[in-house]
């Protein structure tokens, strides 16, 4: 009975693709808690005071039920302010958020564009909506615009969505925001934009690289709250009818139990901590330049110019020999291979946060850098 998925494991083993749980050992270069809030004494404060008044742990049941509770309502209200959309919708994880929009608010007769980097979450989103999808090159608008071109030329009368990262999670990359809005604009389309990566740490107040663009009535931004927020869920900034049909036919928000109602008032407080850290994000950025020049002089890598940073080296084993012989010497850094990342790409995703120092950072270059030389031997 089990034989076929003894197979499938040992496929993945012999291929370098195998993945197993593993417990965080060494210095973070591996994480997304980019602000180093996950952890902070700020947000255990936070926890501790919404106890304190009576916010419960669980909420009971579904939001249409008895689990709307007054903390998803507050959170919601001053996330739209914060951020500048119209409404938000909150839901417990990004990944959620980003499946549900994209297998709800598309119709039959539109069409789902995504960058070829976009996130599984999109993708899974995308297999279960009714619309069609197509893929576009990575941060090509002009890809995007051929493609919208050649859907017309066929007739077809619906609305186009245009779904990209603004930082993309395993190039660390930004995508051509002006330029994607401009297009979505002139054909009457939708642009998602998922600020994952790039909520807290860039733009006003931590408000993201789209924060230019959010409440326009074509773009709708999700904003995740596990990465530099520190806590977990996903604020889905949508106008207000997108936020009503979400309610009234969104499967994964109707059918599923509310959010935490503790988490809620966790992430309110980390919304405060986030738009007051112009400091922590200046530290971070110098974090990063000092990596970037480091990955220059010691390694001859052009650094991504974000806190995430790609080590390409191609295979599956070189990567994952790669990151064990790093983790060996004290440095918490994964092997990210395919389906995550294109075939042929296999690499280390290094990020960066306020968890590590300087001087840390410049060790685990130099390692980098050695056993980069020794992996060509």
């Known amino acids: 009975m089990l034989d076929r998925y003894a197979q499938d494991l040992a496929g993945l083993s012999g291929r370098g693709r195998s993945r197993m749980l593993a417990p965080r050992v060494g210095l973070d270069f591996a994480s997304n808690d980019y602000l180093a809030l996950a952890e902070s004494p700020e947000l255990a404060a936070a926890a501790s005071a919404a106890v304190a008044r009576g916010v419960p742990v669980g909420a009971g049941g579904s939001r249409l039920l008895r689990g709307n509770h007054p903390e998803h309502e507050a959170l919601e209200e001053e996330a739209a302010r914060f951020f500048g959309a119209e409404s938000v919708l909150y839901f417990s994880a ?15 007769e539109d069409l789902i564009l995504y960058d ?13 909506a009714r619309a069609p999808n197509a893929r576009f ?24 969505w245009i779904v990209v990262e603004s930082l993309y999670s395993m190039d660390g990359d930004k995508a051509p925001l002006d330029e994607l809005y401009a297009l979505a604009t002139l054909n009457d389309a939708f642009l998602v934009i998922d600020e994952a990566h790039a909520t807290g740490v860039y733009g006003p107040g931590g408000r993201g690289l789209a924060a ?17 927020m520190g806590v977990a ?6 106008p207000r009818i997108l936020r009503d049909f979400m309610i009234n036919r969104c499967r994964p928000f109707i059918f599923a139990t509310a959010p935490s109602p503790l988490i809620a008032a ?42 995430i940073q790609p080590i390409i080296v191609g295979s599956d084993i070189r990567a994952t020999t790669l990151a064990s012989r790093l983790q060996a010497q004290g440095y918490d850094i994964r092997a990210i291979r395919p389906p995550t990342v294109p075939e ?21 270059v130099a390692h980098l ?4 030389a020794r992996l060509e031997t």
Do not use: Y
């Not at 869920?233 to 949508?238: Q, R």
């Open 94 to 108: 990004g990944f959620t958020a980003n499946e549900a929009l994209l297998s709800t608010a598309p119709q039959r």
């Open 116 to 128: 070829a980097l976009a996130h599984a979450s999109a993708h899974e989103g995308m297999r279960l």
């Open 137 to 160: 090159s990575h941060n090509d608008v002009g890809a995007a615009e051929d493609a919208i071109r050649a859907w017309r030329n066929k007739g077809e009368r619906g609305r186009p």
């Open 212 to 228: 230019r663009l959010e409440g326009k009535d074509n773009v709708i931004t999700l904003h995740t709250c596990g990465k530099a």
């Open 233 to 238: 869920g996903g604020l889905l900034g949508l």
């Open 266 to 307: 966790c992430v309110r407080a980390a919304l405060k901590i986030i738009e007051a850290a112009d400091e922590r994000r200046g530290e971070l950025m110098a974090r990063v330049d000092f990596a970037g020049a480091e990955l220059r002089r010691l390694c001859a890598i052009e650094p991504s110019g974000s806190q």
């Open 344 to 364: 042929g790409s296999a690499r280390l995703r290094i990020a960066l946060t306020l968890n590590t120092r300087k001087e840390d950072i410049a060790r685990m």
């Open 369 to 372: 850098g050695e056993e980069l």
